[in-house]
């Protein structure tokens, strides 16, 4: 945000539906003190950047829309929110739909008019003070929404002296719509159940040495907390004493509790098991884990999917265009072909009513939401719908090794030292720096020498993405890493015949040198994850060609991608070589994505098409750079976002044909002059109900392999 700008976050129940994000749109667009607008719809927030002093003003134009906008104050927490719609409304809107029928019936078997005339008069006023209101806004400011034509096409129908007729349309009106909010509720609730996980107090030890409870989110870091039997975790942290199983499933998506104990990682949102624990927290509320997921699912909302925005601009041209054509049917229509002024004009209601795009507008934004919550229970990170849209074109990915084939938990296997070299300082230097690194290699080093040797005191420690850790010792510079990198002396003979024989063995290696001279050399092996076999026989069967791309020597590479059955790989890959294939692969396999876990990979990342990152739990990187961040280490999810992907594809398609189909054949039948109102706005708030339910469908059950 700039000087002279500030950021007013309001939540307007009133707006649960894309025609009135329109309505504040229009309103607000125009107005030279608003900078921008971000709708939360899912949400219902609205967030407006404006000049600063002109809050007051932003709340009082969407005020005379007829909305109640409530600022919302930093710090607050998403909250449930209340269905829109109560039992009331659904007792009232069944009795107008039932006058309404008996009104039909009542003209139809010829009762007296005037009871005919009263049961409509009581239908349409049970229901119709909200859309009338609604309507007249949005005349007043000139917007053409559904509330608007079905207040048109009702009074139209009364000064018909259609009165059955006016009484069902409304009435029929107002029950969809309320069956629509409910299931709009349903896809929202959805959400907001990822995001209010955390609990709203925790229990903290104080300075006067006593436990009380304390808002999570005025908990400052470094504070110790501490968490009862089956409740949920407040905070990120670090177990400080007892032991318990912790659900993972609201952040990782897997299913099986895991054992935490003293020094092991708790995240914000999980479930304690049968133990009490006591953890030192790790950052503030707001830096856990959960807040941050919390904020890529609601970006996640915002960006549209290419599908999104065609339907966006096909509703702009779509309406004008048929209310238009309504009027000059109206106008025109007696003079053309004939037949009485009363008729055509019945005729350009019906056409109005069919005008609406709700349908369509709607289909889109429910189904990416549905589509991103089972994402999300299944322990992915969607960054936006965009992203999830696109999955399924997938041809090519490249995965990297360390970390995303392998468990990324190496041990060491042997090492070599230069002939007559201290053995103690190699192992004092190597701990030194390896202890200092959170790469898989270096940790491997320091977990089998912890303990048995003291770390050197170095300076200037730095690390080189993909390639080492360095540092000085009495101004002499430490190297630990990638052979290329810090040595291009030629090896002693005893040193490459000893790496023959761990190569041939598939195993890493690590360097140490001495002012560019090597004087150790370390043998790490890892372990290939389990399940990768089958995930890339899935692959495969999707159609994704899978190349090996590492960072790690050729050798290893190539044992490793034939274990798990990966018949392209490369090894000795640079961070920048990892981006020049990716940039290749792009513009020669088609759609390409990447799968990797380290910054040595997050400029390719960057480049791909997709990119997703693994054991997200671990590195920031992976939630910042990734499009799509896979929590729980698990390399099956790439094809469950593929077949989600497909799924979410198939229920857009399906929504906007259906809902422009039905158009279509209400439109010809209206024109034909066969369609009756009500039949008209059957056609229209079926079909808005139709996509919601249909989008509904991916909250539910899983994409099987
Ligand atoms: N911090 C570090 N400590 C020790 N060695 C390192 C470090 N960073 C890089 N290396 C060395 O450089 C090599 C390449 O590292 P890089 O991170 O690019 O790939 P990787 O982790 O081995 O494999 P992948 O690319 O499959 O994840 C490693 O195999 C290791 O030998
Ligand atoms: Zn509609």
């Not at 509720?185 to 609990?199: E, I, K, S, Y």
């Amino acid at each position: 945000m700039q000087a002279g700008q500030e950021l007013t976050r309001l939540r307007i129940e009133q707006m649960d539906c894309p025609v009135e994000e329109q309505l504040i749109r229009k309103k607000l667009e125009g107005d030279a003190q608003v900078i921008a607008l971000q709708f939360h719809l899912m949400q219902r927030q609205l967030d407006v950047l404006h000049t600063a002093g002109y809050g007051s003003q932003v709340v009082s134009a969407i005020q005379r829309l007829g909305m109640d906008p409530v600022l919302i104050q930093a710090g607050d927490q998403p909250k449930t929110l209340k269905p829109s719609h109560g039992k009331k409304t659904l007792v009232m809107v069944i009795s107008a739909v039932f006058l309404a029928l008996l009104a039909e019936l009542g003209a139809w078997l010829v009762w007296p008019s005037w009871m005919v005339i009263v049961l409509s008069v009581i239908a349409i006023a049970l229901t119709g003070g909200t859309v009338y209101k609604k309507g007249l806004i949005a005349l007043t400011n000139r917007n053409l929404n559904i509330n608007a034509l079905m207040s048109i096409a009702v009074t139209g129908a009364v000064l018909l002296g259609e009165w059955p007729e006016a009484a069902m349309v409304m009435s029929l009106f107002a029950l969809a719509e309320y069956i629509e909010a409910r299931s709009l509720d349903r896809a929202r609730r959805a959400v907001d159940g990822l995001l209010a996980l955390a609990p709203d107090e925790v229990e903290v030890f104080d300075e006067q040495g006593h436990w009380h409870l304390q808002p999570a989110q005025t908990v400052t870091a470094g504070s110790l907390v501490k968490v009862k039997p089956g409740a949920r975790i407040g905070l990120d942290g670090v177990v400080q004493a007892g032991s318990s199983t912790v659900n993972q499933a609201p952040i990782t998506g897997e299913s099986l509790p895991v054992l935490k104990q003293s020094g092991d990682r708790l995240y914000a949102g999980s479930i304690n098991g049968m133990g009490e624990l006591q953890y030192r927290t790790q950052g503030t509320y707001d830096e856990s884990l959960l807040a941050r997921i919390a904020i890529s699912v609601q970006q996640a909302q915002q960006s549209k999917a290419p599908v999104q925005r065609f339907v966006d601009r096909f509703s702009q041209v779509y309406t004008p265009i048929v209310t238009f054509g309504a009027l000059a049917l109206a106008l025109l229509g007696p003079w053309l072909f004939g037949g009485t002024w009363l008729d055509w004009v019945y005729k350009a209601l019906v056409l109005l009513v069919i005008a609406c795009p709700c349908a369509l507008v709607i289909s889109t934004p429910v189904a990416v939401v549905s589509a991103l919550a089972t994402a999300a229970k299944a322990g992915l990170l969607v960054k936006g719908g965009l992203h999830l849209e696109r999955a399924r074109r997938l041809d090519y990915l490249a995965v990297d090794k360390t970390g995303t084939i392998t468990a990324g938990m190496p041990v060491l296997q042997d090492q070599w030292v230069a002939p007559a070299y201290p053995l103690e300082t190699v192992e004092q230097m190597a701990y030194a720096l390896a202890s200092r690194s959170d790469h898989p290699a270096s940790q491997a080093l320091a977990r089998s020498l912890e303990g048995a040797v003291s770390a050197l005191p170095v300076k200037d420690f730095q690390a080189v993405a993909g390639a080492g850790v360095m540092a000085t010792q009495n101004g002499v510079s430490w190297q630990l890493g990638r052979l290329s990198w810090l040595s291009h002396a030629p090896l002693s003979a005893d040193l490459i015949s000893w790496q023959k024989t761990w190569q041939q063995a598939g195993a890493s290696f690590v360097y140490l040198a001495k002012a560019q001279q090597v004087v150790a050399a370390f043998a790490i092996a890892d372990q290939i994850k389990s399940g990768v076999q089958a995930v890339m026989a899935d692959l495969s069967r999707l159609g994704v060609k899978v190349e090996v791309l590492s960072g790690d020597n050729s050798a290893a590479v190539q044992h490793v991608a034939n274990q798990a059955g990966i018949p392209l790989a490369q090894g000795d890959l640079l961070p920048e070589d990892k981006l020049r294939i990716i940039t290749e692969r792009t513009q020669t396999e088609g759609f390409s994505a990447m799968v990797g876990d380290g910054i040595n990979d997050a400029p390719a990342l960057a480049k791909a098409d997709l990119s997703f990152a693994m054991g997200a739990l671990g590195s920031d990187m992976a939630i910042e750079t990734a499009d799509i961040a896979i929590m729980n280490d698990d390399l099956a999810n790439i094809p469950y976002t593929i077949r989600l992907s497909q799924r979410l594809h198939r229920v857009l398609v399906q929504n906007i044909s259906a809902a422009i189909g039905i158009k279509l054949v209400f439109l010809a039948l209206a024109i034909a002059g066969v369609a009756t109102m009500w039949m008209a706005v059957f056609a229209d708030v079926g079909a808005s109900l139709l996509v919601v339910l249909n989008s509904l469908r991916l909250l539910k059950s899983t994409p099987s392999a």
